[in-house]
């Protein structure tokens, strides 16, 4: 059972580290907001998302969404708009303003953390994908043992990256730093746009 808990965390680790929109958002919310109590809608909103998605993988949706050459395109399109959108925003913010700001009603920041944890298609097809078939690995306790360490290590590190943010902010009291943050970020996910649609085109030869 220990390995299949490490197998869990190893995979969840390897997932959700690299760069990306989520992540962004996630550490500015925790870089702009007054206090770490005010992060809390967007970190439980993240973490939340990404259980769903984790458990569509593990329960065999993942595998249809896979199969539907129509449904990856949408995603595709879609999730391409919303990042030259996401990117523009983060491009165009002010130094101690990002997506949102510290006015920013709960609603508001939960609305922003479902649409940057859900409309992106490179979580869907890909991050799904390759926990779906590695969890047909394991049956039953060892599933549900696999599928727990995954979630928890979505749970771990969202509550993580917005402390690391909150102290960030603190230090940044102009928000210059966090302004060359933005910019960089913005660049990132207009390379992950191009890049997504490129991947779904050369699949498609």
């Known amino acids: 059972m220990l390995e299949v808990v ?15 929109i ?8 925790g870089a702009n907001q007054p206090s770490y109590l005010k992060v809390l ?15 569509m993988a593990v329960l065999g949706v993942s595998f249809v969404v896979l199969s539907l050459a129509w449904l990856q395109a949408v995603l595709t399109i879609i999730g391409f708009f919303f990042l030259l959108y996401m990117g523009r925003v983060l491009w165009t913010s002010k130094p101690g303003h990002t997506v949102l700001h510290h006015e920013s009603k709960p609603r508001k920041q939960i609305l922003f953390a479902v649409s ?7 979580a869907i097809m890909d991050t799904i994908g390759v926990i779906g078939i590695n969890s047909l690995n394991y049956v039953g306790r060892e599933k549900w043992a696999f599928t727990i360490s995954i979630i928890l290590v979505s749970w771990l590190w ?12 603190k230090r940044d009291h102009k928000g210059l730093f966090l302004a060359k943050i933005n910019k960089i970020s913005a660049c ?6 191009v890049y997504m649609v490129l991947q779904f085109m050369l699949k498609r030869l």
């Open 41 to 55: 809608p967007v970190i439980l909103t993240a973490s939340f998302c990404d259980t769903v998605l984790i458990l």
């Open 188 to 193: 990132l996910i207009w390379i992950l746009a």
């Open 22 to 29: 989520q992540n962004m958002f996630v550490f500015n919310q």
């Open 116 to 122: 940057v944890s859900l409309m992106n298609p490179h």
């Open 6 to 20: 490490l197998h869990g965390f190893i995979l969840g680790f390897g997932l959700i580290l690299p760069l990306g």
């Open 158 to 169: 969202f509550f993580g990256l917005a402390f690391v943010g909150c102290q960030f902010g």
